[in-house]
């Protein structure tokens, strides 16, 4: 197995390390009375110095001022799929006595489906201006309050007033990936008919919902601080489809 624990070398001389730590859950049902499912969950925890072989450090004096939490970090993730044969038509639950025309139209659909959701990853505050006057980049600003808002939403994420910028010719005093941004639930599901022709030839219809329930999955928030007006604003969402889409397909299968 892979190590939990990693170095990042870069330029001659190791720049950080990490850890990781995980609880991972799995559920599995073979097919059987028309269903099949797969479900995993895991609850998990990055602690690092340095995230990527490239990364930003605002003091190369003190690497361990860059220690948090892994800017992959995402407390929580579920993932579950299935498919399902609907207990309706010929041989089945309900209607099971239902034959020709009848049949075609209630029997032989099925279901599938994929649903995602995980917490928001951790984003971390940077400042308008170079106050330590170095040329590392990433400069940070200082943190005088948690930052969290109990009402958070895509006008105003995090509490700007708790990142004021650092007086010059020092460094900030708030630390990496602080602030967590928004999580996501995406819900991608289908219905599927087959229609037999043939004991070797089917005609299938298939109706695709991605992100079917329109699910608003915000983006990261601005997190350059002093920007009145941007600071702490959504401004985006994120997702592989960005909203629902609906296709209809229909294949012919021999």
Same mark, same amino acid.
């Given at each position: 197995?892979?190590?939990? #624990? ?6 001659? $001389?190791?720049?950080?390390? &990490?850890?990781? %730590? ?11 009375? /028309? ?17 990527? @072989? ?7 004096? %003190?690497?361990?001022?860059?220690? $948090? ?33 009848? %049949?075609?139209? #209630? ?6 489906? *994929? +649903?995602?959701? @995980?917490? /928001?990853? @951790? ?14 980049? $990433? ?11 109990? %009402? ?16 010059? @010719? ?7 990936? *602080? ?11 289908? !219905? ?10 089917? *005609?299938? !219809?298939?109706?695709? +919902?991605?992100? /079917? ?13 002093? *920007?009145? $007006?941007?600071? &702490? ?6 997702? #592989? #489809? /960005? ?12």
């Amino acid at each position: 197995p892979v190590s939990p #624990v990693y170095l990042s070398y870069y330029a001659g $001389g190791y720049l950080g390390a &990490g850890n990781y %730590n995980a609880l991972t859950g799995l559920v599995r049902k073979q097919f059987s009375q /028309g269903l099949t499912l797969l479900a995993h969950l895991t609850w998990a925890k990055g602690i690092d110095s340095s995230s990527s @072989y490239r990364t930003t450090i605002q003091n190369p004096e %003190n690497i361990a001022g860059e220690r $948090g939490l892994s800017s992959f970090h995402t407390p929580r993730r579920f993932v579950a799929s299935w498919i399902y044969e609907l207990p309706f038509g010929s041989g089945k639950r309900f209607l099971g006595g239902t034959h020709g025309v009848a %049949n075609q139209v #209630v029997g032989g659909w099925q279901s599938t489906g *994929i +649903l995602t959701l @995980y917490d /928001g990853f @951790y984003l971390t505050p940077s400042s308008p201006e170079n106050t330590a006057n170095v040329d590392t980049g $990433g400069v940070r600003p200082d943190r005088t309050c948690d930052g969290h808002l109990s %009402n958070a939403n895509r006008n105003l994420w995090f509490d700007p007033s708790c990142f004021p910028v650092g007086a010059p @010719y020092r460094f900030g005093t708030a630390g990496r990936d *602080i602030i967590q941004g928004p999580g996501a639930a995406m819900f991608d599901f289908s !219905f599927l008919k087959n229609f037999h022709i043939k004991e070797d030839q089917q *005609i299938q !219809f298939r109706l695709e +919902l991605f992100d /079917g329930l329109n699910h608003t999955n915000l983006g990261n928030p601005y997190t350059t601080v002093g *920007i009145p $007006g941007a600071t &702490g604003v959504i401004f985006g969402t994120t997702g #592989v #489809v /960005g909203a629902r889409q609906i296709q209809f397909a229909l294949k012919y299968l021999f």
